[in-house]
């Protein structure tokens, strides 16, 4: 064969062959609309609140430039949009929605119901404040008020970690050993709408991965006269409570299992519950979720290239939440200095959300590291590198035994 011949064949291949992968300059609300996009979600509803916006517009794109095909309806809020979602996944379709703020509130009747229903939606959180004060910047509770409830919860940090947990998402969401609904929580604005590079997977890498869903004999449909969201009283509702609290324990090993997967199959995805980043040596460790990984990580390196010895543990999963897993990273550390973007006004010594769970996962240690409780970066104030640095200076105080109150809560960054 002539070079002029070998060349010709090789283009050929080339254009024949698929690339497994597609590298994308893209935000965190587009790299989940890729997402659903390679889920082949089969019914969308939309309606507009911002950050969370983003995602519905780049999904219309999709469908009116004939690269997704799918069900989209724009309803008149965001309550009637989980409510049609919701009824769309007992019948057997694959469902996306989300929301922001109080537009996730206006919803909540639906969100209760979609977990007790045991209905494995998957949602997207733009997280954003609650009014009244208003503001679009992130804050965490407005997904965290699901998380009684029976939601699955996970925060990420980049536009690959949103593409990536959406599909990973569906995958436990849809398990029968589950059938829960999970909500990926994407910080406002420093997530939602920043782009970088992410490798967007071939639909053929996905279908391999991601089976279609099947409700089983659990499907709604006249051949199949089951009950849907029955009154049952104190008859049957303690029994119906606990079926969905065995579900929530066996989503531990199904998220375990669906990262293992992953893994091997596009050779990314890390740990599935929380991210270790400088903790094999480490004295002491900060506790964060979501975008709040960046300025953390640039202190850490530069609070390393100064000798001391700090580490950061991120919580990937909020629920189900990683209790061993945080136990396992944090049982040889002096002191923990949790980073909450969230706020539980009235609770254990007035801390955010993160810190309270985190203090209950670690009192059965025998010797467990003190655990200090800092709030910052509401509303979509910054949490800077030298927030940080003073945020672990004080925890190194403690570690070194200095008199630090454990049971004060620290506001970082505001003004007096």
Request: hydrophobic share 45%.
């Amino acid at each position: 064969m002539s070079p002029a011949d070998t060349a010709t064949t090789k283009q050929a291949d080339n254009e024949v062959a698929p690339r497994a992968e597609t590298e994308a300059l893209i935000s965190g609300s587009e790299a989940v609309a890729h997402a659903v996009r390679l889920a082949d979600v089969d019914v969308i509803t939309a309606y507009p609140i911002r950050p969370y916006d983003t995602v519905m517009q780049y999904v219309s794109k999709m469908i009116a430039d004939g690269d997704f095909d799918c069900e989209y309806i724009v309803a008149e809020s965001e309550h009637s949009q989980f409510e049609i979602v919701k009824h769309a996944s007992a019948v057997g379709a694959r469902v996306f929605c989300g929301s922001s703020g109080v537009g996730w509130f206006y919803a909540f009747e639906a969100l209760a119901v979609t977990a007790g229903l045991r209905l494995p939606m998957v949602a997207m959180v733009g997280n954003r404040a609650l009014d009244d004060p208003g503001a679009f910047g992130v804050e965490h509770n407005d997904a965290l008020a699901v998380r009684d409830l029976g939601w699955m919860l996970a925060w990420v940090s980049t536009a690959q970690e949103a593409l990536d947990t959406a599909l990973i998402a569906y995958r436990v969401a849809e398990d029968p050993r589950v059938f829960l609904p999970c909500a990926i929580s994407c910080d406002g604005a420093f997530l939602t709408h920043s782009q970088s590079i992410v490798k967007v997977p071939s639909q053929a890498m996905v279908d391999s991965f991601l089976p279609r869903y099947s409700r089983g004999d659990k499907q709604l449909h006249p051949d199949n006269p089951i009950t849907i969201a029955p009154q049952v009283n104190e008859d049957w509702l303690m029994e119906i409570r606990r079926q969905s609290d065995m579900a929530a324990r066996r989503a531990r090993d199904v998220i375990i299992e669906a990262y293992q997967d992953f893994n091997a199959r596009f050779g990314r995805g890390g740990e599935p519950f929380i991210e270790r980043y400088m903790m094999e040596d480490a004295e002491v460790a900060v506790i964060g979720m979501g975008t709040l990984a960046m300025p953390v990580k640039v202190a850490v390196r530069k609070m390393r290239q100064h000798g001391r010895k700090v580490g950061f543990v991120r919580v990937r999963w909020f629920r189900p939440f990683p209790a061993r897993e945080l136990q396992n990273a944090l049982a040889g550390v002096r002191a923990v200095g949790v980073i909450d973007r969230d706020f539980s006004f009235g609770s254990t010594f007035f801390s955010g959300v993160l810190a309270n769970d985190l203090r209950s996962a670690l009192y059965p240690l025998k010797n467990r590291p003190k655990i200090l409780s800092f709030i910052a970066g509401l509303g979509g104030r910054e949490v800077r590198t030298n927030n940080v640095i003073d945020v672990a200076g004080k925890v190194f105080d403690a570690a070194s035994g200095a008199d630090i109150d454990e049971q004060n809560t620290y506001w970082i960054g505001v003004r007096e």
